[in-house]
């Protein structure tokens, strides 16, 4: 905290102080105080099961049948045992555990014995963590607990007898009751929201709820209209959370048509609203970019979504409440974070990726942003959301956010984002020559004096991307304050330098050539880490331009088409073997 200014300081001890509430409220309405309320009457019974949109691998049912979890990348082998009797297996693998995500992967496979084994299972969970459980009675591990049970419930209860049904049945309403409870308390954001899902999705699903489905239908509604915004964006600014919300919403406003309820305005709105955003960060080959949290894409879930989209239209250019902009000309696709930071209660896994930009031609990407990696190494996680795992410039190696730090608080709070852009002027124009985009951010502005401006223009055919990076003087700059322009290449591309350094050629795997220069400049060809990868980190390079602020404060550079595709997406044995999957360590 030395290094903080005094307003982060005082960010952080708002953090801190809203931090204690929420616990000393969650302890009042939870935890010990939670065991000893006498619990309320039990649903008669289940109504409606609402459908589970993700997508199921029947081949794990075998394993989890002979007591082998494969969670978080951890395996655990029960010996006979109840997994829920198991102490002091890693805390990811525990999450995933109790959340009976799995349940869907023994519905898959269709069978008795999974069937049992599910009813077994649910029952050990009742018997051994239904009062209470460390990490089992975690607010979004109650959340995806109850969302399970609820669309699984028909595979659980078939030829189950009625003592087990009302067990199920009361459990299930315990969860429900205790969520209704800590809701307040839950991290705000994407958790809150589908705390207020699994809640609305619960009282609809269950018979007699009366009062309770009134208000957590009104909670819900409450949650969508804060959380949601205008352009169909959400406030944490990550396109993860529109896959996440979605695969919930849904199957829950499903749930209102089949049961002949009225569909709350704002679940409507949003869902008209979500849509469209999603394709706008789609890229030609069906992948969201990598901005702010957004990792891998989930491709068979994000079809599903889709697949409820009524419109199915153009994707929008523009989403000024979030905080992006899409170039879309001929086959090529730019997409731009244009966007401050988001508020700090929701900034935990933002990044400082201010005016970075992923571009692609097709079905072939070519400049990302380094993107998340699955691991939950808090390491990587770091490395993700530096402003030199992006599409953009950087100023003496330092991040144009600042995060807070482990210590004192970090183990706490998490890392949200202390400070960082907080004025993002745009300009943008559209016409028949191509499109335009001019925009501007302030996070270098208190340590290095500077405004940085980046002007791209995509050509109307697609075939050219020309960007100037500006570094605007607000103050004295310290002649020694030197900057990277970074362009992370795609693991799928070939690159070399050309004309003697002055420019790179950029090979795709089907053939297609893009040159990259800048005037007057000289080239790096660097390593870099691509960490979006469904194979895991994959290693790939970057172009980097190096200049003194100084100096340099403008640098002009361009993309350019040179050859179009010419051989077929299975591509040449020597590509396939440059694009083998590389998992790269780490030195702490």
């Not at 002027?425 to 020559?433: G, K, N, S, T």
């Amino acid at each position: 905290m030395n290094s903080a200014s005094l307003s982060e300081r005082s960010r952080i001890w708002r953090l801190l102080a809203l931090h204690v509430w929420q616990r000393s409220l969650k302890w009042m309405h939870g935890g010990p105080l939670f065991r000893m309320q006498p619990f309320s009457a039990v649903p008669a019974r289940l109504l409606i099961a609402p459908q589970d949109l993700r997508t199921a691998d029947a081949t794990n049912a075998a394993d989890i049948y002979g007591g082998r979890f494969l969670f978080s990348g951890h395996l655990v082998e029960t010996q006979g045992r109840s997994p829920f009797e198991l102490k002091a297996v890693h805390e990811d693998w525990q999450r995933e555990l109790h959340s009976f995500g799995w349940l869907r992967d023994l519905r898959a496979s269709d069978s008795q014995i999974s069937r049992q084994n599910a009813r077994a299972l649910v029952d050990d969970w009742i018997k051994y963590c239904g009062r209470w459980h460390e990490i089992g009675w975690e607010a979004d591990v109650v959340t995806r607990r109850i969302l399970s049970w609820l669309a699984h419930s028909p595979f659980i209860l078939q030829d189950g007898d009625h003592d087990f049904y009302r067990s199920f049945v009361r459990s299930l309403a315990r969860q429900v009751r205790y969520l209704r409870q800590t809701i307040n308390e839950t991290e705000d954001g994407v958790e809150r929201l589908h705390a207020a899902l699994a809640m609305a999705a619960a009282c609809i699903s269950m018979a007699g709820q009366g009062r309770f489905a009134r208000q957590s239908i009104r909670r819900l509604d409450q949650e969508l209209t804060r959380q949601i915004l205008p352009d169909g964006g959400h406030i944490s600014r990550n396109p993860r959370a529109l896959i996440d919300i979605l695969a919930d919403l849904l199957p829950i406003r499903q749930a209102f048509v089949a049961q002949g309820l009225e569909i709350p305005p704002a679940m409507l709105q949003s869902v008209d609203r979500m849509m469209p955003l999603l394709r706008f960060f789609r890229h030609g080959d069906g992948a969201l970019a990598h901005f702010n949290g957004m990792g891998s894409t989930p491709s068979d879930l994000v079809a599903t979504i889709l697949a409820y989209d009524d419109a199915r239209g153009a994707p929008p250019v523009n989403a000024p409440h979030s905080g992006y902009q899409r170039l879309n000309c001929g086959a090529s696709v730019v997409l731009v974070d244009t966007g401050p930071a988001p508020a700090l209660g929701v900034s935990g896994n933002a990044h400082a990726g201010c005016l970075s930009l992923e571009f692609s031609s097709g079905s072939n990407r070519i400049v990302v942003n380094c993107g998340v990696s699955p691991k939950s190494n808090p390491a990587w996680r770091r490395v993700s959301r530096s402003t030199a795992a992006h599409s953009t410039a950087t100023i003496e190696d330092t991040s144009s956010c600042h995060f807070l730090s482990d210590r004192p608080f970090g183990h706490i709070l998490g890392a949200p984002i202390l400070s960082g852009p907080t004025h993002v002027p745009l300009e943008r124009e559209d016409d028949a020559a191509g499109s335009r985009i001019t925009a501007c951010h302030d996070g270098y502005a208190s340590e290095f004096h500077v405004l940085h401006e980046r002007d791209l223009r995509l050509a109307g055919d697609g075939t050219v991307l020309d960007g100037v990076d500006t570094f605007k003087a607000v103050g004295e700059i310290d002649p020694e304050h030197r900057y990277a322009i970074r362009f992370h290449l795609h693991p799928g591309l070939r690159a070399s330098l050309i004309r003697g350094g002055s420019a790179v050629l950029l090979v795709c795997r089907d053939g297609e050539a893009w040159e990259f220069d800048a005037p007057g400049l000289e080239l790096a060809l660097e390593e870099s880490i691509y960490l979006s990868d469904v194979y895991g980190h994959r290693k790939s390079e970057q172009i980097v331009i190096y200049g003194s602020l100084l100096e340099t404060p403008h640098v002009g550079w361009q993309f350019r088409k040179t050859a179009a595709a010419k051989l077929s997406r299975r591509g040449t044995s020597d590509f396939d073997e440059m694009n083998e999957p590389d998992e790269l360590p780490l030195e702490e």
